[in-house]
């Protein structure tokens, strides 16, 4: 799915053999059950719930309430050498990889081992064999150096761009199926701006990012070196390699850019037309070598981006486009090849510009391969093991329970009119929640795995994974399909389908716990099911009407409402300093803020309703609102490296934990007198700074 998580937003057990559907296709059980998986939760890291003890009870709440909740913790968890980052998702994913170790590990070892296991045996066997992957080097990509270093004209290079994306390996721009923004029921191919080695555009401009562009340049230079190119040369190639990026990265969107105006990414055209304006790269051809037939219409996203790809075809160097091609080649494949090429791709990816101390284990980068290659595959097992029933039952629940607070919100909004309101309560009701799995899996029959080359398993799943993408081309949209995988410790919702989605993983404490009390489960899960829905009415969400297309259903006083109040917030993060000198993009994380300011006050409305005539416990001395607010603070306490923190103030639409922790809360009454503050306490808002939109 090309979009569908650029498009989306994004919030960031039991053993149970039943708790997944029926799988289909290829991975039909036989008669004797040979895949047969089995858990064991003693070997688990634990889970991180909210506890009593763990406040800072020398810090008030209502000045410094992060630290309140979360000082003790942070100060106590140092960052992993293998993260960049460490908070409540993070130990939820190490869980989550934990039981996929385990899974992984039995498929390898079973010899009878059928569909799903059968593949994701040959990926952690592979990956595991250090040996094998060291002895064969480079030779596994040599085919493809040679046939770029083949190249003699500019009509080779972009005859190369088309047969290398055939295989799934596009180099300069993204392609693949969405649903049409005008007729969300059928898909259409998009092609969208990419060819960047850094981060974002600024990288490659900014004063303050020029150490890093320094950084990649050597980097560059030394993964042109691992590839066979003498040293001096490699040094001298990978200048143009860089002027070749600037080039591409002056025509390119900001992540700012692209998060805050998602029309960006429609702009349909026939073929005829882009071919036009695009004469060194002809899109006729190019949808011919890809196997389909010409659409009548396509979306050439960020046109100003293709037409320079066109132009570099005609005038850089067929030398500068090998030396890119090379390059990415080598660095697209070094986390597969020898211990030489990981080691170069972790010191500048994660060392340098995250501030990684430490290379993951082994174990850890295949499991990553294997999530990112054959995820669902993978998650068809997860499912089988770590999400019972009853847990898809209470989510179920809570998802009704906050879309009844949501429906109260709407109904008595003052700042929207009876007009505009009509159309967002018909988007309330065409909510779509898909809770845990796929009630339909994925079909994996074609694509050939094998004992003999690590790499070579992860080029023919992306192959595969290319041809199935583009297959859905022309065609419905299949609603039944999951843009994360079960195991992935995250939810999210996608304006193109009305859905909000929540996997598997994400519903462990401190989300979600069956044996907790409302007050954390509406304080953690409550709040990110409010959030997704919340997304369907944030500034770009709201541009989807009810069945995920993209219309205007806003009167001209209303829109210009919504706009003044989102100015506010954004105001309120601008304001936000996430390290000296830097301070939070308002503008870039509005969409995330919009969505934690409306979820979590929705999310109490229901807890309120749902606990409605019941005594307050009153545990470990605690209110109910208290604990619910306490574990929303919960779900946000994280650590970052410098680096990372640096490179997501530039390309991260969600604010940095800490500042989600507090932000929303600030903004709600209920907060102040959870916590009896007053008014001139940091976290109490005045009636003209407070924000209230959903």
Request: proline share 5%.
């Amino acid at each position: 799915m090309l979009l569908s998580l650029a498009i989306a937003t994004v919030v960031a057990a039991c053993s149970n053999q039943d708790a997944a559907p029926a799988a289909n296709g290829a991975d039909a059980a036989p008669a004797a059950d040979t895949n047969a998986l089995t858990l064991d939760e003693s070997n688990l890291p634990p889970v991180n719930r909210f506890s009593a003890d763990q406040l800072d009870t020398t810090k008030n709440a209502c000045t410094d309430f992060g630290g309140y909740v979360n000082g003790k913790w942070l100060a106590a968890n140092e960052i992993p050498g293998d993260r960049t980052s460490w908070g409540a998702f993070e130990m939820l994913d190490e869980r989550s990889t934990a039981v996929q170790r385990q899974l992984a590990e039995q498929a390898a070892a079973n010899d009878g081992a059928t569909g799903v296991q059968d593949i994701v045996g040959d990926f952690w066997a592979t990956g595991m064999n250090a040996e094998q992957i060291n002895a064969q080097g480079i030779k596994p990509i040599q085919d493809r150096l040679d046939a770029i270093a083949a190249l003699d004209s500019h009509e080779a290079v972009a005859d190369y761009l088309r047969t290398s994306a055939a295989k799934g390996e596009n180099f300069l721009f993204g392609f693949g199926p969405e649903a049409d923004f005008k007729n969300s029921e059928m898909n259409i191919a998009y092609a969208m701006q990419g060819g960047l080695g850094l981060p974002d555009r600024g990288y490659y401009f900014d004063a303050d990012k020029k150490d890093k562009l320094e950084a990649y340049q050597a980097h560059v230079a030394k993964v042109l070196e691992l590839s066979g190119m003498p040293a001096a040369e490699a040094t001298d190639r990978a200048a143009d390699v860089v002027a070749f990026e600037t080039r591409l990265a002056k025509v390119s969107k900001s992540s700012e850019e692209m998060s805050r105006d998602v029309s960006l990414f429609y702009n349909p055209v026939t073929p005829a037309e882009a071919d036009k304006l695009t004469p060194n790269f002809t899109w006729t051809k190019f949808f011919e070598s890809q196997g389909l037939q010409a659409p009548e219409m396509f979306s050439l996203a960020i046109p100003a981006f293709h037409q320079e790809v066109s132009t570099m075809l005609g005038e850089v160097p067929v030398e500068d486009w090998q030396a890119y091609l090379r390059f990415h080649t080598v660095d697209g494949a070094s986390p597969y090849l020898s211990d030489a090429f990981v080691q170069e791709n972790f010191n500048f990816y994660n060392k340098t510009m995250r501030g990684q101390k430490e290379l993951k284990e082994r174990a850890k980068r295949v499991l990553d391969t294997i999530e990112g290659n054959v995820g669902e595959a993978l998650g068809q097992m997860y499912v089988k093991v770590a999400f019972s029933p009853e847990s898809k039952a209470r989510m179920e629940t809570l998802v009704t329970n906050l879309s009844e607070a949501l429906k109260v919100h709407l109904e008595g909004l003052e700042w929207m009119g009876d007009e505009t309101k009509k159309q967002a309560m018909e988007k309330w009701a065409s909510f779509t929640p898909k809770i845990g799995y796929p009630d339909k899996w994925r079909e994996w029959t074609g694509l050939e795995t094998g004992r003999d080359s690590y790499i070579g398993n992860v080029l023919a799943a992306n192959e595969f994974n290319y041809k199935w993408n583009l297959g859905k081309i022309g065609k419905p949209v299949d609603k039944t399909e999951w843009g994360m995988s079960p195991q992935t410790v995250n939810a999210y919702y996608n304006p193109l389908a009305n859905e909000i989605v929540f996997p598997a993983a994400i519903l462990q404490p401190p989300f979600f716990d069956p044996e907790a009390g409302d007050a954390m489960n509406y304080g953690g899960i409550g709040a990110v099911i409010g959030h997704e829905m919340i997304h369907g009415y944030d500034d770009q969400g709201s541009r989807f009407d009810a069945k995920g297309n993209f219309e205007n259903w806003w009167t001209e006083a209303d829109a210009k409402g919504f706009s003044g109040l989102t100015d506010q917030l954004v105001a309120q993060f601008d304001a936000y300093e996430a390290m000296p000198g830097k301070k939070v993009n308002g503008k870039l994380t509005l969409g995330e803020n919009i969505a934690d300011l409306g979820g979590l006050a929705i999310a109490y409305d229901a807890m309120k309703k749902a606990t409605e005539g019941t005594e307050d416990p009153m545990t470990d001395g605690m209110t109910r609102d208290q604990r619910f607010f306490a574990n929303w603070a919960t779900v946000w306490r994280r650590n970052f490296t410098d680096q990372e923190l640096e490179v997501r103030l530039t390309t991260d639409p969600h604010a940095p934990a800490n500042f989600r922790a507090i932000g929303a809360p600030s903004n709600l009454p209920q907060f102040a007198a959870a916590f009896d503050c007053k008014a001139g306490d940091a976290m109490v808002r005045g009636d003209g700074d407070r924000v209230v939109i959903w």
